[in-house]
T-cell receptor
Framework: DSGVTQTPKHLITATGQRVTLRCSPRSGDLSVYWYQQSLDQGLQFLIQYYNGEERAKGNILERFSAQQFPDLHSELNLSSLELGDSALYFC??????????FGPGTRLLVL | GQQVMQIPQYQHVQEGEDFTTYCNSSTTLSNIQWYKQRPGGHPVFLIQLVKSGEVKKQKRLTFQFGEAKKNSSLHITATQTTDVGTYFCAGGAQKLVFGQGTRLTINP
């Protein structure tokens, strides 16, 4: 158990819909990262927040957005969903820019 | 931007054989980290290398960081079925850039 929690574990939705994925980092970690992992693919970095502020942006679509709240939990919002958005979404946390501890992931299926 | 490439993408071995995955960066890295993701699981941190030419061992796993700090390797001696999974390298300063991973499968 990494100490990072993600909800929900599974999500099934339809194209065009909007979903919110939630992540609670390890106690004391200020950085939260979001990754997308499609079938047989590597980890695609989406975005990083540090203590409530956006720190780095990766290959995140305009339809996707994220935020980190004062209690340091983070949410990833995915809107106007397409079939190709089906993937595993991981959240990771770290103290600063060091070792990242990954949550169990949310498996999203868009039908 | 910085790119991290890993080879091979897939490797299938017989149990007991050795396995190596290689990681190359387009830029000099301040450090390199290795992660393992079991099938159906999430990436788990294995180790971090910081110094040029550094070699670290964890039981049957040997990790190396190149002299120029642009490449790294992970070598597993005498693979076991528990070694199955995808091994990722990741490098960078403020932002970790992950390689595409090497998926290891093992024939028992």
């Amino acid at each position: 158990d990494s100490g990072v929690t993600q909800t929900p574990k599974h999500l099934i939705t339809a194209t065009g819909q909007r979903v919110t994925l939630r992540c609670s980092p390890r106690s004391g970690d200020l950085s939260v990262y979001w990754y997308q992992q499609s079938l047989d693919q590597g980890l695609q970095f989406l975005i990083q927040y540090y203590n409530g502020e956006e720190r780095a942006k990766g290959n995140i679509l305009e339809r996707f957005s994220a935020q980190q709240f004062p209690d340091l939990h983070s949410e990833l919002n995915l809107s106007s969903l397409e079939l190709g958005d089906s993937a595993l979404y991981f959240c990771a946390s770290s103290v600063e820019a060091g070792t990242q501890y990954f949550g169990p992931g949310t498996r999203l299926l868009v039908l | 931007g910085q790119q991290v490439m890993q080879i091979p993408q897939y490797q299938h071995v017989q149990e007991g054989e050795d396995f190596t995955t290689y990681c190359n960066s387009s830029t000099t890295l301040s450090n390199i980290q290795w992660y393992k993701q079991r099938p159906g699981g999430h990436p788990v941190f294995l180790i971090q290398l910081v110094k040029s030419g550094e070699v670290k061992k964890q039981k049957r796993l040997t990790f190396q960081f190149g002299e120029a700090k642009k490449n790294s390797s992970l070598h597993i001696t005498a693979t076991q079925t528990t070694d199955v999974g995808t091994y990722f390298c990741a490098g960078g300063a403020q932002k970790l850039v992950f390689g595409q991973g090497t998926r290891l499968t093992i024939n028992p």
